[in-house]
């Protein structure tokens, strides 16, 4: 079963930034945050992974908690083609199995 | 880096036929794939986990013996749906992973199956 939870929907204004939560509380010790985005009829694409440290790339920045039980996906400048599914996903131990939660669907707003 | 290339990516068959889906890692070693299938409105659930030169791993509710999985080299894992009906059209996606555990999986663009 997944062990995060994420809003639903969001909207962001094209040109903004767009904050998408995710909560994880039950994280362990040694798994990782990873985030992903799903455009319709393709793959997921990832984004972004971390431990405990926040983490920037060319796409996006991650904002772990210290307490590590919550993090923020960051797109500093969303545009039209930033409307995805975002996936929020705790894994990293052995085997590394994927469940995936319900994501949250964002549009970006022209 | 990291492309992940699944083959084909869309497919319609009459039912009672097998249909294989072919999941290859292009410019990296992938100890392990997974497979995943999505409903339409739905998230990704995970089938089945495939590491090289080992049986898959189902996850509980998948029947192993209608999904076949073979993951016979570092690079190519196939999902082989035998005796396709209806109920089995859904979107197939694959992913590959690096043998190093704490990297990102990588997805293909998914195969759209669809039985008539």
């Known amino acids: 079963d997944a062990k995060t939870t994420q809003p639903t929907s969001m909207d962001c204004a094209e040109g903004r930034a767009a904050n998408l939560p995710c909560n994880h509380s039950?994280?362990?010790?040694?798994?990782?945050v990873y985030w992903y985005r799903q455009i319709h009829s393709q793959g997921p694409q990832y984004i972004i992974h971390?431990?405990?440290n926040n983490e920037t790339n060319e796409m996006a920045s991650l904002i772990i908690t210290e307490d590590r039980k919550s993090s923020t996906l960051i797109l500093p400048h969303a545009t039209l083609r930033d409307t995805a599914v975002y996936y929020c996903?705790?894994?990293?131990?052995?085997?590394?199995?994927?469940?995936f939660g319900t994501g949250t669907s964002l549009t970006v707003i022209p | 880096g990291a492309v992940v290339s699944q083959h084909p990516s869309w497919v319609i068959c009459k039912s009672g036929t097998s249909v294989k889906i072919e999941c290859r890692s292009l410019?990296?070693?992938?100890?392990?794939m997974f497979w995943y299938r999505q409903f339409p409105k739905q998230s990704l659930m995970l089938m089945a986990t495939?590491?090289?030169?080992?049986?898959?791993?189902?996850e509980q509710g998948v029947e192993k013996d209608k999904f076949l999985i073979n993951h016979a080299s570092l690079t190519l894992s196939t999902l082989t749906v035998t005796s396709a009906h209806p109920e089995d059209s859904s979107f197939y996606i694959c992913?590959?992973?690096?043998?190093?555990?704490?990297?990102?999986?990588?997805f293909g663009d998914g195969t759209r199956l669809s039985i008539l």
């Open positions: 410019d990296f070693q992938a100890t392990t």
């Open positions: 971390g431990l405990k």
């Open positions: 039950t994280i362990s010790g040694n798994e990782y």
């Open positions: 996903i705790v894994g990293g131990l052995t085997g590394n199995q994927f469940y």
């Open positions: 495939s590491n090289e030169g080992s049986k898959a791993t189902y």
């Open positions: 992913s590959a992973q690096t043998g190093v555990w704490n990297q990102p999986q990588h």
